[in-house]
């Protein structure tokens, strides 16, 4: 069974730093693309950053560019989100996903969610 | 704000059939870019329903049906079911944004 486990949300003041970690198992991990999503509160869900199966490319999302990091360890099935200079803009839930085997960008599998909430 | 536009709501009694449009533009559906559907409950996490534009992962019911036509695309759910109440997003990518994006959703109800 495919699982995805997070961890590292929390209160964080503007201008400060939080890690999200995802462990994921019942795939073989270091053959899939992986993402992070996020959803503000009341509003849909929106695409953060994808990072390639061997970690040697990444893609953002441009108000996040230069400000997150999304990064793995295929030896530990782990998939992290640095996420620096945090803004109250940031406050939503944030989901770790496994983009489907087709090629085309889909996620069939979410983690639970984790809430990450910027304020003083 | 979404580049993909969807109903606020939409709603229909049990064994009725609706469907949920996802309106975009040349720059995502419209320059062919693959549509996707995700089904959300209150503080759950999104679940795939349909993938490129009208596959049904393993588990799906067969109520649910997928389309695309030009620059829209659009849900089917058949037979509607008091389980089928929750919020609907299409997703697709945008060209100009550089960006894989989501529709502004569509909350299900059943009478």
């Known amino acids: 069974e495919v699982q995805l486990v997070q961890s590292g949300g929390g209160l964080v003041p503007p201008g400060g730093s939080l890690r999200l970690s995802c462990a994921a198992s019942?795939?073989?991990?270091?053959?899939?693309?992986m993402t992070w999503l996020r959803q503000p509160p009341g509003k849909g869900p929106e695409w953060v950053a994808n990072i390639k199966p061997d970690g040697s490319d990444t893609f953002y999302l441009e108000s996040v560019q230069g400000r997150f990091t999304i990064s793995r360890d295929n030896s530990q099935n782990s998939l992290y989100l640095q996420m620096n200079n945090l803004s109250p803009e940031d406050t939503a839930v944030y989901y770790c996903?496994?983009?489907?085997?087709?090629?085309?960008?889909?996620?069939?599998?979410w983690g639970h969610g984790g809430l990450v909430t910027v304020s003083s | 704000q979404s580049v993909l536009t969807q109903p606020p709501s939409v709603s229909g009694a049990p064994g009725q059939r609706v469907t949920i449009s996802c309106a975009g533009t040349s720059s995502n559906i419209g320059a062919g870019f693959d549509v996707h559907w995700y089904q959300q409950f209150p503080g759950r996490a999104p679940k795939l329903l349909i993938y490129?534009?009208?596959n049904r992962p393993s588990g799906v019911p067969d109520r649910f049906s997928g389309s695309k036509s030009g620059t829209s695309a659009s849900l089917a759910i058949t037979g509607l079911q008091a389980e089928d109440e929750a919020i609907y997003y299409c997703?697709?990518?945008?060209?100009?944004?550089?960006?894989?994006?989501f529709g502004t959703g569509t909350e299900v109800t059943v009478l």
């Open positions: 019942g795939f073989s991990f270091s053959t899939f693309w």
């Open positions: 490129t534009d009208t």
């Open positions: 997703q697709s990518y945008d060209r100009r944004l550089s960006a894989y994006v």
């Open positions: 996903a496994r983009i489907g085997p087709t090629g085309v960008v889909h996620w069939d599998y």
